[in-house]
């Protein structure tokens, strides 16, 4: 079965990390985009059913820019689908991980963990990073 990824979001947040992901990783992977209520009249229901019926063939993650928002909450309805996988928190070292390894990958489920995890470790402060360095090299 063919893998997918859909980045869905409020605002143009989905299409510009998008746009930065082809930027580092080139595209190795077929990705959607979910652009939200941009115009007047939008309708999330209409438009996240359309996508789901379009892609019923694919193996799909869909990665959501905000726990508990609509975007979110409307994928949230799908869970019952078979080959639906649903990450909310969208960045993009977590985008960059997974999308370098989503066509290979043997189990999906362990491939988003290990990217949630891997792309934990890259959010820094680094003020209190730096500051910590420069410390220890005082000593």
Do not use: W
């Not at 979110?72 to 309805?77: G, I, M, S, V, Y």
């Not at 290979?104 to 990073?129: R, V």
Request: hydrophobic share 40%; proline share 2%; charged share 20%.
């Amino acid at each position: 079965m063919e893998r997918m990824l859909v980045l869905a979001s409020h605002g143009k947040l989905a299409s510009g990390i998008h746009s930065s992901l082809g930027l580092i990783c080139g595209n190795p992977i077929k990705i959607e985009t979910l652009d939200c209520y941009l115009t007047e009249g939008f309708d999330l229901e209409k438009e996240v059913n359309g996508l789901l019926e379009r892609y019923r063939e694919y193996e799909l993650v869909v990665v959501t820019d905000l726990f508990g928002g609509s975007v979110n909450n409307e994928f949230l309805a799908h869970m019952d689908r078979s080959n639906f996988y649903l990450v909310a928190g969208m960045n993009l070292p977590f985008l960059v991980e997974l999308a370098m390894q989503l066509k290979n990958a043997e189990s999906l489920p362990q491939l988003i963990e290990a990217s949630l995890e891997t792309s934990k470790q890259t959010i820094q402060f680094c003020n209190q990073l730096i500051s910590g360095e420069i410390e220890e090299e005082e000593f």
